[in-house]
């Protein structure tokens, strides 16, 4: 009974001495992750295209192992859509991967916690958010997005400095051709409409027309004394039809009016680009970035 007794205490007492440890263990490990979080930057995009930027980094670069392991990216809400994701077969897993904020002020606090940080936006995003968070002395960023082909460059080394990516230009000097080349005239070129969300074209002055100047084959649809965003003249386009539309969205027929579908079925899909490969570059003209250079290289063929 003696030795039964003895056996229980030396058990119990074994129990109690691996509970203590495992206890130790945890907090220990707890603290160690906690300490090594705290040294981590967390970068937070508020912008769709800054998303894209981060995306394309991760997956391209070749230090991107160790953009994780110094930085904490938190992309934007925007990216949960799905017409948002870019380039989707590249990035669909880090996209699944990578946390995300809800677009509140609260969300970002929330992800911030007491971690050294960087708020990256876009110099048109939500003025209210950035100027809540300015009032609490929040570090934020704000990349001016390009308005020429020749800023593409300058926009994506300020990025790569900004997250910490060493010798910025080096990765992108095969790239560099494309602010020596010459702008083509307009003379033998073909006339491209771009058409966007609401029947809105781009014209004169617009990145997207800049992109067409490095092209070969097509010229802006849109005179050169308009300028910006404008709504397209139907009058105009049925006595002038351009040689090709790109849609760079989907026609939703449930949100257009009666008038624009009907526009649209009669008129529209006889120049639209569901009859060739530029259906499949519509993202690329969302943003700009590196993929901009790849467009150029395609809109260089019919």
Not at 70 to 88: R, T
């Amino acid at each position: 009974m003696e030795n039964l007794q003895k056996l229980t205490n030396i058990i119990i007492f074994l129990l109690i001495f691996l509970l203590i440890f495992f206890a130790i263990n945890f907090v220990s490990s707890k603290i160690s992750y906690a300490e090594k979080i705290a040294t981590k930057k967390v970068i937070i995009s508020t912008n769709l295209c800054i998303d894209w930027l981060i995306l394309d980094s991760l997956y391209n670069h070749k230090n991107n192992e160790n953009l994780l392991v110094n930085n904490i990216f938190i992309l934007s809400p925007l990216i949960n859509k799905a017409e948002n994701q870019g380039d989707i077969l590249r990035w669909k897993n880090l996209i699944s991967k990578l946390p995300k904020h809800s677009g509140t002020l609260e969300s970002i606090i929330q992800k911030i916690q007491f971690q050294p940080h960087v708020i990256l936006s876009g110099e048109f995003d939500n003025p209210l958010l950035k100027n809540r968070l300015q009032r609490l002395n929040f570090n934020i960023l704000t990349l001016k997005f390009p308005q020429q082909v020749s800023q593409i460059l300058p926009y994506q080394a300020e990025f790569e400095k900004i997250i910490g990516i060493k010798n910025n230009f080096q990765d992108l000097k095969k790239y560099t051709k494309y602010t020596k080349y010459t702008k083509y005239k307009n003379a033998n070129k073909k006339t491209l409409l771009l058409l966007g969300a609401n029947e809105i074209a781009f014209a004169n002055n617009t990145f997207e027309n800049d992109i067409l100047n490095y092209s070969k084959i097509w010229k802006n649809y849109l005179p050169n004394n308009i300028y910006g965003y404008i709504a397209v003249n139907k009058e105009m386009l049925i006595k002038n039809p351009p040689a090709k539309i790109i849609f760079l969205q989907n026609f939703n027929n449930q949100k257009n009016s009666l008038a624009t579908n009907f526009f649209h079925e009669n008129f529209y899909k006889n120049f639209g680009s569901n009859k060739n490969s530029y259906e499949n570059s519509k993202w690329q003209w969302q943003c700009p970035g590196k993929w901009s250079f790849d467009l150029i290289e395609m809109l260089n063929y019919e």
